[in-house]
DNA sequence: GTCGCGGTGCTGGGG
DNA sequence: TCCCCAGCACCG
């Protein structure tokens, strides 16, 4: 559940918290979009008749859309839907009402279908399907003559740059620079007006520059990459940071009623050149080249200045995917303190606006946002007016795309706001895009020996295992193969008629059972090959993803995961690269390999987390908001028995009390087997998993694990009550993790703001953040963490009365691995 | 016949 | 119909 749907569950107004000052910015400078849009409505489709007229693809979308789009558009509506707040019309939103509960996914779904009668939806579902016939046509046009005369050829060079050796670096370094001094040439001789590359402005220009950057009513930007292509092209594999070439930002001018610029913000992109005179379109090259001169000098201290201003300017900055723009200029900046100059920057990221309203879609390219959410979606026929040939159309390309990024990003706004959705955008996931930056840039060491001797012995034990395997089975065959390995347990060994337990889960279709772990669990005691397996299966998946795909991620001793703000439906965080969310936290236990045994144990240990060291003189700082979900749970169900257990003192882990009072049974009889059921059982009342999850999970049959649900629900009666009404879908976890989100960027703006501090955030698991800190820091430090996490439970509560008080749990250590509990 | 590629399903780690 | 990511086999 997103933090702004739980407003609405217990009658807590987002709206109590301050408003960041550059929320309030925003907010002001959207209602006076608005205002002007509203205006001159009747110019509005004055301006589409134009458009069609200038060969606009989609004239069915306009005109079916054009009622909607006026109701849509008018700004009185908007308010009244906006202080409705929480009343809506679809059947499904007023139960939402009546129970105060529905997944988050759901709540918007319904929400943002609303403008929409059902019938408008299918007809525009059958327009949107209408429009991907025409999809190549428009990547065509929107990639611009220079990417398509050169994009094979790039791919490939980019390709050598990114991942080649260092001679074949330096030549193919210079192909690129070439190619790209075409497309710069082109930018500074460019036929529009106020077309420029800043690097040779003169100095009264540089000085109008500033003062229009001053002025400007909003700045648009997209990154230019060594190709000469932008975050606004068909081809996104291009957002690797190394290769980015510079900044293309259009300043559009005060935006005034009546004023000769609406028909900039209204008309499509065929006239966006003769709208647009006024706007200011500047080139900002930020590649680092080895022969700093002092031109060159002179240059990146004005390119410095300007991209400052652009990240504290008063004026509403939109940037498609603007982390890959923090993180452009963090790196330009070079200094290790300059991230404290982003640190309050918020940009207009039209993603994630279109994420909040829809968050099932997968990670969305400028060109499937603006067929989705564009209200003129004729505009996508930008490059019409330029020929095959010219090159001209590369700045006026960018130029046009930079104006429907704007309207794009004014259009999703608008959505958000009638989505209820919009102080939640402002507040939470704006300010979390340089949070992330930074926490990018901050890499974590790993230990690269332990982990190649690790690769090595864990290997040389895979080695032993698929034999002892192969000899059992009396056969050769493809351990990882489940195929095979079906066909060898269940056709050849017919296994699962040997089992006294007659129903083993099949996957899917299958004519044989599943070979997963509980199924090859209840295999073990009839066959030596089943358990085998699971050994083999446990090595390898440590040896695979936590070795050596750690390796593979490594650059210069360190790794740094890439953070995904917009990949879940859940509203949570999501890693890759590594996904340093999934490292397993419990050590494993392997036999060590025979030609090891001489100088290790007979049993070896290993711990994925313990191959993270903090660097010298620093140490990690781990914040886990402890049993957040249980504790909402109990808050929100109100259940008298578990408020009890976290109301009392707890002296005791959570899960072995809750265990021992579920079971009744003396907590220091509680077996770890014990409390890990518990747990599972928890966590399956709280996400809402089904009894055959619950199953799976435990390894236990559905019979057995319905039995476990119940008695729990039986002990636990308003949980029970609680859970019908959320119909067991009210993902909490939404809620827990944006609550972590919130406390990251407090954390962080303490961090950016003190004078002190040197802490740096360098992952989120989930309800946990992690830090590396220098150890002189570590006790100031784990008072603000500990201050801020816990000061945010006011979020949870109108009267600042959480029922269950919040627990954060500290603990630190040089490696991850090892963390110990502070104080 | 072989190789490379993208998509899918299974399994298992995290919460 | 709990949601993530990763690695692997398998298929077309």
């Not at 408003?19 to 009747?42: F, P, R, T, W, Y």
């Not at 290997?459 to 395997?469: P, S």
């Not at 993270?612 to 109990?634: N, Y």
């Not at 019908?724 to 009210?730: F, G, S, T």
Request: one cysteine or more; glycine letters at 6%; a positive charge.
């Amino acid at each position: 559940m997103k933090m702004e749907n739980y407003g609405t569950c217990v009658g807590f107004d987002l709206c109590e918290t301050p408003l960041s000052s550059v929320a309030q910015k925003i907010l002001s400078a959207m209602h006076s979009g608005d205002a002007v849009d509203s205006e001159n409505l009747g110019e509005n489709t004055k301006t589409v008749e134009v458009t069609n007229k200038c060969n606009v693809k989609y004239p069915v979308l306009l005109e079916d859309r054009k009622d909607q789009s006026l109701e849509e558009r008018n700004p009185k509506s908007l308010i009244s839907q906006a202080s409705r707040g929480s009343i809506r019309p679809s059947s499904q939103s007023s139960r939402a009402k009546l129970t105060g509960q529905l997944p988050a996914d759901q709540q918007q779904k319904s929400i943002s279908s609303w403008p929409l009668s059902s019938g408008l939806i299918l007809q525009y579902n059958q327009e949107v399907s209408g429009l991907q016939k025409t999809k190549n046509k428009r990547k065509y046009f929107l990639e611009g003559t220079i990417n398509k005369e050169n994009k094979e050829g790039m791919k490939i060079k980019r390709k050598h740059v990114t991942y080649g050796n260092s001679s074949e670096k330096t030549s193919k370094h210079m192909a690129l620079e070439e190619d790209a001094n075409k497309v710069e040439t082109h930018l500074i001789s460019g036929s529009s007006g106020h077309f420029c590359d800043i690097r040779y402005l003169d100095d009264l220009a540089k000085g109008q520059l500033t003062e229009a950057l001053k002025q400007a009513a909003a700045l648009v930007l997209t990154l230019m990459y060594k190709d000469g292509s932008t975050q606004l092209g068909a081809d996104q594999s291009q957002a690797l940071t190394s290769c980015v070439k510079g900044v293309v930002m259009l300043l559009k001018s005060h935006v005034e009623a009546g004023s000769g610029l609406l028909d900039g913000l209204a008309c499509a992109g065929g006239l966006a050149g003769e709208s647009g005179q006024e706007d200011w379109c500047i080139y900002i090259h930020m590649e680092r080249t080895c022969l700093w001169g002092r031109e060159q000098e002179a240059h990146r201290l004005f390119a410095r200045n300007v991209l400052f201003q652009t990240l504290t300017c008063k004026c509403p900055v939109i940037c498609f995917n603007a982390k890959e723009f923090v993180k452009t200029v963090l790196q330009f900046f070079g200094d290790d303190s300059s991230w404290r100059h982003v640190a309050n920057f918020v940009g207009l990221d039209p993603r994630i606006a279109a994420w909040l309203i829809d968050p099932s879609d997968a990670v969305p390219s400028f060109e499937d946002l603006v067929a989705k959410h564009h209200e003129k979606s004729s505009t996508v026929k930008v490059s019409s007016t330029c020929g095959n040939s010219s090159r001209n159309c590369v700045n006026q390309n960018v130029r046009v795309n930079l104006n429907i990024l704007y309207r794009l990003t004014m259009d999703l706004c608008s959505k958000l706001k009638a989505n209820g959705l919009w102080q939640l955008f402002c507040t939470l996931e704006l300010p979390l895009v340089p949070v992330l930056a930074v926490m990018e840039n901050n890499k974590i060491q790993v230990n690269r020996e332990e982990m190649e001797r690790m690769s090595v012995l864990l290997g040389a034990r895979l080695k032993e295992l698929e034999q002892e395997a192969h000899f059992v089975a009396g056969e050769q065959f493809l351990i990882m193969s489940n195929n095979q390995l079906r066909k060898i347990l269940f056709g050849k060994l017919k296994l699962h008629l040997l089992n006294p337990r007659k129903t083993l889960p099949r996957p899917g279709t299958q004519r044989h059972p599943s070979t997963s772990e509980a199924v090859l669990n209840s295999l073990q005691d009839l066959h030596p090959l089943p358990k085998i397996i699971l050994e083999y299966r446990q090595v390898h998946k440590i040896k695979s993803t936590f070795v050596d795909g750690l390796l593979a991620c490594m650059k210069k001793g360190s790794i740094s995961s890439t953070w995904n703000q917009t990949g879940t439906v859940t509203g949570r965080l999501s890693a890759k690269h590594p996904n340093i969310q999934g490292i397993s936290k419990q050590p494993i236990q392997i036999t060590t390999p025979q030609k090891f045994q001489g100088k290790e144990d007979k049993i070896l240990m290993i711990s994925p987390r313990d191959l993270f060291v903090s660097s010298k003189g620093h140490t990690f700082l781990a914040a886990d908001f402890s049993q957040i979900e249980l504790r909402i749970l109990a808050h929100l169900s109100g259940d008298p028995e578990l408020l009890k257990l976290f109301q009392e003192s707890e002296r005791d882990d959570v899960f072995s009390t809750l265990t021992s009072q579920w079971k009744n049974i003396p907590v220091e009889h509680v077996t770890p087997v014990h409390r890990e059921q518990t747990k599972k059982v928890v966590y399956s009342v709280v996400y809402g998993a089904g009894k055959e999850r619950l199953a799976t999970c435990l390894g236990v049959t559905v019979q057995e694990a319905t039995q476990f649900l119940e008695s729990f629900l039986q002990k636990y009666k308003k949980i029970k009550d609680f859970a019908q009404a959320a119909i067991a879908q009210c993902h909490q976890k939404g809620s827990a993790a944006d609550l972590c989100k919130m406390a990251m960027i407090r954390i962080f703006t303490a961090i950016a703001t003190s004078s002190t501090l040197t802490a740096r955030l360098t992952a989120q698991i989930h309800d946990e953040l992690l830090f590396e800190v220098e150890d002189s820091q570590v006790p100031e430090f784990a008072v603000l963490v500990r201050d801020t996490m816990e000061s945010l439970q006011h979020h949870w509560s109108p009267e600042l009365q959480l029922q269950v008080p919040l627990k954060v749990s500290l603990s630190t250590g040089r490696s991850w691995g090892c963390l110990a509990p502070l104080q």
